[in-house]
């Protein structure tokens, strides 16, 4: 007789991380867990293993003398070792502090020092040897590699590498720890945009309330792939790892230059990613389809304008649309008259276009799931045209991260959606403070179960940003629905003041302007000037490209030529500035609440990318605005004055 296997679980009377495992172990022990397909050689655990090598990791710790409630410093990047080190730290009882080990080196040396840490779980040899010659003046008693390389005979310091700490494990036993949802798991030093970073600390039960909540946004199945590419270390995608693979998922690693691929070859059900990623995606369909002969880019346009008119209409009649929460009965009347009408028109979209781009994501998508930033309103259209589930979620790395998300069956596209349960938002008046009724813009306040305990060892900045009732104030502009649905407008602290006293929050003209298919990135600036300005990183490719449509004999510098050269090449002839002029009034003035003072008055290119590499992106792809103004000060300045 056929039996059978029972996948039920519920994690709401677990106290700790560590205990998830030996559930998740019980129930999905054969399935798949972990799959690095471009590790060398590749790397398949299942839950069983899984569990098998986290106790062995904590155990070494233990035999090598961490102690419950002591600081483990973790800098290292996405892979199996990273999960198992992760989890391995906290069942030894002791709780981390996580970094990615390409970070720059003294501030690994900061949290080192600032985390108390007495001990270092880093990537390799290299990435230790970054830091070797300042750990003599810090307490650290124990480095393990995440690596098999061997370390220097004659070298003082105590240090194992993956293997070895693993087999000291096997030979001794797990001394387990209790741990309650108090009891802190780790330290997460914010990246920001602005000042030193801070360790936010996570207890356990902020992080398992991610675990036994986010099921109110995606309803994972045991065996389900989720493609993973942003840092494990990074809150979002930490909480995001620890809830699927409690619910049996198969978690496969990518990374930016097999991305495309891997979305082809793993067929993934969900992934977890930032705006700049499903950004990257349609540009990539954008750039496929200026590729085609002009007949089917002609009838690729019309489909995609026809597309775009029926989700339109479809949102309206279900009062999905943004513009129009509360349509009256003649409108949702027309409405649904509209979307039966183009129906048939949208399927044979799907047939003829969008079914290959769906194909191209491997075809399996049940949810992307976007954070880490605002997603622009074309993005959130062309994912619906196309009938790729894209839902957005909100919070920051004090709230664990998830305090918002939409779900499929309230997917209020160009909002963060509703509170998760067990949270409550509040808006409040930036200067009274006073609670602001529902589509009234204000500061976004937080309270539930995933704030953080505080600032590690900083009293004073963690009584800033929670007030005596348990309120975390977010620095986020935002307003909420009649229906409570959370609409982001931008950072507090992003806000540009104009000469004539007008509020501009720049993320969402932005992200108008990115659709212009000649602009990569952009960063509005006008601070106290009469109005606005940009830096703008052209697409050398798609400028090239109309360049040669206007049979116009213009040559580009490369990205790395010096400003002078840049200054004196053609992205200065008249033409090309005249073409980005008319590109950004176009995209200002279609932008949904256009005023006057959202015009672009000056611009400059800038060939450089906005990246983590050089410093002027957090790792989750936000552009660091003091950075970046303080890098092109001259530049903007001079734009200001001409």
Same mark, same amino acid.
Not at 10 to 22: K, P, Q, R, T
Not at 161 to 179: A, D, M, T, W, Y
């Given at each position: 007789m056929k039996t059978s296997i029972d996948y039920s679980y +519920?994690?709401?009377?677990?106290?700790?991380?560590?205990?998830?495992?030996?559930i998740a172990a019980q129930k999905f022990g054969n399935i798949v867990a972990l799959h690095d397909p471009h590790a060398k050689p590749e790397v398949i655990l299942t839950y069983a293993q899984l569990l098998e090598k986290i106790k062995q990791f904590a155990a070494g710790l233990q035999a090598c003398g961490i102690q419950p409630d002591s600081k483990v410093a973790l800098f290292a990047d996405n892979s199996p070792r990273w999960f198992i080190a992760d989890q391995g730290i906290?069942?030894?009882?002791?709780? =981390?502090?996580?970094?990615?080990?390409?970070?720059?080196?003294?501030?690994?040396?900061?949290?080192?020092?600032? $985390? +108390?840490?007495?001990?270092?779980?880093?990537?390799?040899?290299?990435?230790?040897?970054?830091?070797?010659?300042? !750990?003599?003046?810090?307490?650290?008693?124990?480095?393990? #590699?995440?690596?098999?390389?061997?370390?220097?005979?004659?070298?003082? #310091?105590?240090? !194992?590498?993956?293997?070895?700490? !693993?087999?000291?494990?096997?030979?001794?036993?797990? =001394?387990?720890?209790?741990?309650?949802?108090?009891?802190?798991?780790?330290?997460?030093?914010? $990246?920001?945009?602005?000042?030193?970073?801070?360790?936010?600390?996570?207890?356990?039960?902020?992080? #398992?309330?991610? &675990?036994?909540?986010?099921?109110?946004?995606?309803?994972?199945?045991? @065996?389900?792939? &989720?493609? $993973?590419?942003?840092?494990?270390?990074? /809150?979002?995608?930490?909480?995001?790892?620890?809830?699927?693979?409690?619910? @049996? /998922?198969?978690?496969i690693y990518t990374n930016i230059r097999s991305f495309k691929n891997d979305l082809k070859r793993f067929k993934p059900h969900h992934m977890i990613g930032v705006p700049r990623l499903w950004e990257s995606l349609y540009e990539a369909v954008q750039k496929q389809l200026r590729e085609q002969p002009e007949s089917k880019q002609r009838l690729a346009n019309f489909f995609l304008g026809i597309s775009t008119r029926y989700i339109m209409a479809r949102r309206t009649e279900q009062g999905l649309n943004l513009e129009n929460l509360n349509p009256s009965g003649g409108e949702r009347f027309m409405a649904k008259i509209t979307a039966n009408l183009l129906a048939p028109l949208h399927a044979l979209g799907d047939r003829l276009v969008y079914q290959k781009i769906r194909q191209a994501t491997g075809g399996n998508i049940k949810t992307l799931i976007s954070g880490g930033g605002a997603l622009a309103m074309h993005l959130d259209n062309f994912y619906e045209i196309i009938g790729i589930p894209l839902l957005v979620g909100y919070g920051l790395t004090e709230t664990s991260p998830v305090t918002n998300a939409r779900t499929l069956k309230h997917n209020l596209r160009g909002s963060a959606g509703k509170p998760i349960p067990e949270t409550e938002i509040r808006i409040v008046d930036p200067d009274t403070r006073q609670t602001l009724p529902p589509t009234q813009k204000g500061i976004v306040l937080i309270r539930g179960p995933q704030v953080m305990q505080g600032y590690y060892k900083k009293p004073e900045a963690t009584a800033k940003v929670i007030d005596a009732e348990g309120w975390f104030d977010s620095g986020d502009l935002g307003w909420v629905t009649p229906t409570n649905d959370l609409v982001l407008t931008g950072r507090a602290k992003d806000t540009i003041v104009l000469s004539n006293g007008e509020n501009i929050e720049p993320q969402p003209?932005?992200?108008? /302007?990115?659709?212009?298919?000649?602009?990569?990135?952009?960063?509005?600036?006008?601070?106290?000037?009469?109005? !606005?300005?940009?830096l703008i990183v052209p697409n050398l490719e798609t400028l090239k490209h109309w360049a040669q449509s206007q049979q116009l004999n213009l040559t580009f510098p490369e990205p790395s030529a010096s400003r002078d050269a840049i200054e004196r090449s053609d992205l200065y002839n008249k033409a090309v500035r005249d073409l980005f002029r008319q590109e950004l009034n176009r995209e200002v =003035? =279609? %932008?949904?609440?256009? %005023?006057?003072?959202?015009?672009?008055?000056?611009?400059?290119?800038?060939?450089?990318?906005?990246?983590?590499?050089? @410093?002027?992106?957090?790792?989750? #792809?936000?552009?660091?605005?003091?950075?970046?103004?303080?890098?092109? %000060?001259d530049i903007i300045d001079r734009m200001f004055k001409k």
């Open positions: +519920d994690y709401s009377s677990v106290n700790s991380l560590s205990e998830i495992w030996a906290i069942m030894a009882g002791a709780a =981390n502090a996580v970094r990615s080990a390409t970070a720059d080196r003294d501030e690994l040396l900061y949290i080192l020092d600032d $985390s +108390d840490s007495t001990s270092l779980v880093i990537e390799n040899l290299n990435a230790l040897n970054k830091l070797r010659p300042q !750990l003599d003046d810090l307490p650290i008693e124990l480095v393990v #590699l995440l690596s098999d390389e061997s370390p220097n005979a004659n070298e003082p #310091l105590k240090i !194992l590498n993956f293997k070895q700490l !693993l087999e000291l494990g096997e030979s001794h036993n797990l =001394n387990p720890i209790r741990q309650d949802r108090q009891t802190l798991a780790t330290l997460i030093y914010t $990246s920001g945009t602005t000042g030193k970073p801070k360790g936010v600390m996570l207890s356990h039960g902020n992080l #398992l309330h991610q &675990v036994t909540n986010l099921i109110a946004v995606i309803q994972p199945e045991p @065996g389900d792939r &989720v493609l $993973s590419i942003l840092p494990s270390w990074h /809150c979002y995608e930490r909480s995001g790892e620890y809830f699927i693979l409690s619910h @049996g /998922c198969t978690q003209i932005e992200d108008a /302007c990115i659709r212009s298919p000649y602009i990569d990135q952009i960063m509005l600036v006008g601070q106290d000037q009469k109005a !606005l300005g940009a =003035n =279609n %932008r949904s609440g256009y %005023r006057p003072d959202d015009q672009i008055k000056v611009f400059e290119l800038i060939l450089e990318p906005f990246s983590i590499e050089n @410093g002027m992106m957090t790792q989750t #792809l936000k552009v660091k605005r003091p950075v970046v103004s303080e890098r092109y %000060r």
